[in-house]
């Protein structure tokens, strides 16, 4: 499995351990469906409902280095 597989299968698996909502979108979500492109990252929507987003930012930061 390629690194970027790799990331985006330990990010979705981090969100569904903690009933997160998310999706892989973008470049990724292209490739998976069909149409070939070199990416350097992994693209998610996570469902966090208005108003509520700053209880996924610490979870997120403490395991993933934002760049």
Do not use: H, K
């Amino acid at each position: 499995m390629n690194v970027l597989f790799a990331a985006a299968l330990d990010i979705e698996q981090f969100c569904r351990e903690r009933g997160w909502r998310c999706l892989i979108i973008g470049g990724l979500a292209v490739q998976r469906w069909g149409e070939p492109r070199q990416m350097l990252d992994v693209d998610l929507t996570l469902l966090t409902g208005l108003g509520s987003e700053v209880l996924y930012v610490d979870p997120l930061v403490s395991r993933y280095r934002p760049e």
